[in-house]
């Protein structure tokens, strides 16, 4: 059974940082691309950042610069460093496992307020 445990969550000013941490379980994590989601309020699930099996990074333009994934493959986790956090970043945030070019296996989500 494929789990995903997303933490690192929290409130921070404008500003500051946040790293986020998504432990992988019941799977070869190494071979898979990752995926970090948001979702804020009445607004739709928005991919943030996605790194493939072998290390190579994409980003949504509104984070670039500001955010890095990074995986650590002996640990089976997957990070995202938020650094220059703005209240629009405030979502719930999610990891996930991508398989065959689409995001099968989901964290329960971690909730990131960034307060002005």
């Known amino acids: 059974q494929v789990q995903l445990v997303e933490s690192g969550g929290g409130l921070v000013q404008a500003g500051g940082s946040l790293r986020l941490s998504c432990v992988v379980s019941?799977?070869?994590?190494?071979?898979?691309?990752m995926r970090w989601y948001r979702q804020a309020p009445g607004k739709q699930r928005e991919l943030v950042a996605r790194?493939?099996?072998?290390?190579?990074?994409n980003y949504v333009d509104s984070v670039k610069g500001r955010f890095t994934i990074s995986r650590d493959n002996d640990k089976n986790t997957v990070y995202l460093q938020m650094n220059s956090l703005k209240p629009e970043d405030t979502a719930v945030y999610y990891c996930?496992?991508?398989?065959?070019?689409?995001?099968?296996?989901w964290g329960q989500g971690t909730q990131v307020t960034v307060s002005s």
């Open positions: 790194i493939s099996s072998g290390g190579t990074t």
């Open positions: 996930a496992v991508v398989v065959d070019y689409d995001p099968r296996y």
């Open positions: 019941g799977m070869l994590f190494r071979f898979y691309p």
